[in-house]
């Protein structure tokens, strides 16, 4: 049955971060972050992305540009309120920082995320977390430029609004959701995928296609009461542009999902595989996702 509102709403929004995609964008971050106007930058990753040597890559193109650079391994794999406020302390003790970047998967972008708003508003993180769990504070100040390199395919954080993290003492999977939050230019290089073990791939091409579905399934902006400006959110519902992404991810998924698992150096898949959780993420990171993401948060709060 379709909920009709009273006053149904007729306007829709789209939000995106630049873009750069393609095999060598990772090697031009330093030119990019100084066009940004950043002098000493942070750069964030966890521990197994750092094995794979490109964060120290990253890291050295930025400081060929002039820039300065020091790396982290701050991220815990699936973040958590006390691993997020670990990697913020460690950051303040070394900061200041006018420039981030975040190479990894979610937990890494996500990490960076809170890193760069703690440091640029203050407070404490669960000053940001959503309501009820947190006070749900926006943040009063723009973030540092955050420049977000994704190493797996699946999550589209580096094109959407928020920071996922689990509270351990509640035992619940929440967020920070802010339109403040997004990175300021996303690097998409098919290259710093291809050591994906192929369980991660798997799980990050299942994330590319829950995303997609759900984001295409969503309830269509126009069901939801019409908004006033100042009320309008990132996660708007389906429309005529987020479809669009949705609908194009799942043909390269079906297309490449199950070459890359099966053979992770099939650069073909790859590139298309980092393509699909791309525009996967420029849908749901507007359109919003429903029922399964909202089963799932309970589920995976308690399995810390
Ligand atoms: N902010 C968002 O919009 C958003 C959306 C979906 C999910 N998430 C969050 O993202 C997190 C999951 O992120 P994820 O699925 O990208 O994985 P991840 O960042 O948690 O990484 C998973 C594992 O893969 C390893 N890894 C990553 N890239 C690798 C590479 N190229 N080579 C070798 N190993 C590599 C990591 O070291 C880690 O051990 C969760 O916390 C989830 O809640 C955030």
């Known amino acids: 049955m379709t909920w009709s509102p009273a006053h149904p709403e007729t306007v829709f929004t789209y ?7 393609g095999p060598g964008a ?10 940004l106007g950043a002098t000493r930058v942070l750069v964030v990753t966890d521990a197994g992305v750092l094995a794979t040597g490109w964060p120290d890559r990253v890291a050295e193109g930025i400081r060929e540009s002039g820039l300065e650079a020091v790396v982290h391994d701050s991220a815990h794999v699936e973040p958590t309120d006390a691993s997020l406020a670990a990697a913020i302390e460690r950051a303040r003790a070394d900061g200041p920082f006018d420039g981030f970047v975040a190479v990894g ?7 960076a995320k809170a890193v760069d708003l703690l440091l640029t508003n203050g407070g404490d993180l669960m000053d940001y977390v959503n309501v009820p769990v947190g006070a749900g504070r926006a943040p009063s100040r723009p973030l540092a430029p955050l420049v977000a390199v994704p190493t797996t395919t699946g999550t589209g954080a580096e094109s959407t609004t928020i920071c996922v993290l689990d509270v351990l003492d509640l035992k619940v ?32 091409g299942m994330d ?27 996660y708007c519902g389906s429309n005529p542009i987020s479809d ?8 390269l998924l079906a297309k490449a999902f199950r070459r890359a698992v099966r053979d992770g150096s099939d650069e073909d898949a790859r ?7 791309t525009f996967a993420g420029l849908g749901f990171g507007n359109a919003g996702v429903h029922v399964p993401h909202a089963n799932a948060y309970p589920v995976a709060g308690r399995v810390r």
Do not use: N
Not at 15 to 21: I, R, S, V
Not at 105 to 111: A, E, N, R
């Open 271 to 277: 590139a298309d595989m980092a393509l699909a959780a």
């Open 105 to 111: 998967g979610g937990s890494s972008i996500d990490t």
């Open 173 to 204: 999977k929440t967020g920070i959701s802010h339109v403040r939050l997004r990175p300021t230019l996303a690097v998409v290089d098919p290259r710093l995928t291809a050591s994906q073990p192929p369980g991660v791939t798997a799980s990050a």
């Open 244 to 251: 669009l992404w949705a609908e194009r991810s799942m043909s």
């Open 26 to 35: 990772a090697d031009e971050i330093g030119h990019d972050l100084g066009a």
């Open 15 to 21: 939000g995106a971060p630049q873009l750069k995609f």
């Open 208 to 234: 590319i296609l829950c995303h997609a579905l759900e984001s295409w399934t969503a309830r269509p902006y126009t069901s939801y009461e019409r908004k006033q400006p100042g009320e309008r959110v990132p």
